[in-house]
Nanobody, 125 residues
């Protein structure tokens, strides 16, 4: 089992919702910036959302108002609630954890050192 394990990916119609989860080992999750990234076929990986250990968040412009990143510290679990999904949201979604950085000091450029295997989200029109 990996240090970060994503789940929740599925195939949905445009306008639908998905909730992704990422279970983490406590020593990775605790007091660290966490983030969601995605990579569509033929495209570079992009940051979707990041969240600091105290709950501060940052989103890529294309998902603002539709996606919500959250963390449940008692369960060492990261979530990404995705609403009003569009076909362009289709991608493999990855969970990532920074190292000794509780504030996501670099935004999407924060040094993320732990990555999950990904979960596929597919949105059809």
């Amino acid at each position: 089992q990996g240090q970060l394990v994503e789940s929740g990916g599925d195939s949905v119609q445009a306008g639908g919702s998905l909730r992704l989860s990422c279970a983490a080992y406590e020593y990775i999750y605790s007091r660290n910036c966490m983030g969601w990234f995605r990579q569509a076929p033929g495209k570079e990986r992009e940051g979707v959302a990041v969240i600091g250990s105290m709950g501060s968040t940052n989103y890529v412009a294309s998902v603002k108002g539709r996606f919500t990143i959250s963390r449940e510290n008692g369960k060492n679990t990261l979530y990404l609630q995705m609403n009003s999904l569009k076909p362009e949201d289709t991608a493999m979604y990855y969970c990532a954890a920074a190292s000794y950085d509780p504030y996501c000091s670099g935004g999407f450029g924060t040094r993320f050192i732990s990555w999950g295997q990904g979960t596929q989200g597919t949105v059809s029109s």
